[in-house]
């Protein structure tokens, strides 16, 4: 069983769990054209997702999260542990991560992720706790770098150029799909 | 199913804030911080994040 849990915001009662909600998985994100740059003169397109990240009774807006199958983790700017009153001097690890021929410092905090569906309704989301390191520097395209560990491994992701979408499923759907691969 | 299109042109070094519905720009800043205080609770509307200028390099991921 997913521990995700689907949320529902309502005046009355702020969450609620399970499936039978307005907005079930699967849910579907077009692919979203980068800020900068063509390559050989055609856009680049690139699978992102909202997020917003949470701590105690602080959030972020919704922000764009770059689905990195390649990266292990879940790595954000570190402006953003402003916005949440994260203490990065209190975190929980410290790791280095090589990516791309430069090294970054990431400092790790667990905290609350919330993903929303594509046309960014305030009131649908799901949310989940996750190790997000907090990285100086920040380069990325986006404030939020989605890796394996807190989003693949909370969810079924396929992304298809084909079709310029990434769909998000709950993560048994590959299970159910290919058949159990990971023996208990 | 359409990609998200959106015209950076005038926006390079600025965060930025989008429509989610439309792809248009909505909120500019050159301060990330202003540009996600706006956005916070907005619906329809998330942050993108800087746009960066045409000569800076391309990062793919953490670059």
Not at chain 1, 53 to 68: A, P
Not at chain 1, 87 to 114: C, F, N, P, Q, S
Not at chain 1, 127 to 156: C, H, I, M, N, Y
Request: charged residues 25%; negative net charge.
């Amino acid at each position: 069983m997913c521990s995700c849990v689907a949320v529902f915001r309502t005046p009355m009662s702020r969450c609620m769990s399970g499936w039978a909600e307005p907005r079930p998985l699967p849910w579907l994100f077009p692919y979203q054209e980068d800020a900068q740059s063509t390559r050989l003169g055609e856009p680049i397109f690139r699978p992102f997702v909202q997020v917003s990240l949470v701590h105690g009774d602080q959030s972020t807006s919704q922000l764009t999260g770059l689905i990195d199958t390649g990266a292990d983790a879940i790595l954000a700017s570190s402006l953003l542990s402003v916005e949440l009153g994260v203490d990065l001097e209190d975190h929980d690890g410290e790791a280095t991560h090589a990516v791309g021929g430069r090294v970054h410092a990431a400092r790790y905090k667990t905290i609350g992720l919330r993903l929303y569906p594509s046309d960014s309704a305030e009131d649908v989301y799901q949310e989940w706790q996750a190790p997000v390191g907090f990285v100086e520097g920040w380069k990325s395209d986006g404030f939020v770098l989605l890796g394996s560990v807190g989003f693949l491994d909370r969810f079924t992701v396929t992304a298809s150029r084909f079709a310029q979408a990434v769909a998000v499923e709950d993560r048994e759907a590959f299970d159910d799909r290919f058949g159990p691969v990971l023996s208990a | 199913m359409e990609p998200i299109r959106t015209d950076f042109k005038g926006y390079e070094g600025q965060y930025v804030a989008i429509d989610a519905r439309t792809g248009k720009i909505v909120i500019a800043d050159k301060d990330p911080h202003v540009v996600l205080r706006k956005a916070k609770g907005r619906n329809h509307v998330f942050v993108r994040g800087r746009v960066p200028y045409a000569d800076e390099p391309l990062y793919v991921g953490m670059g």
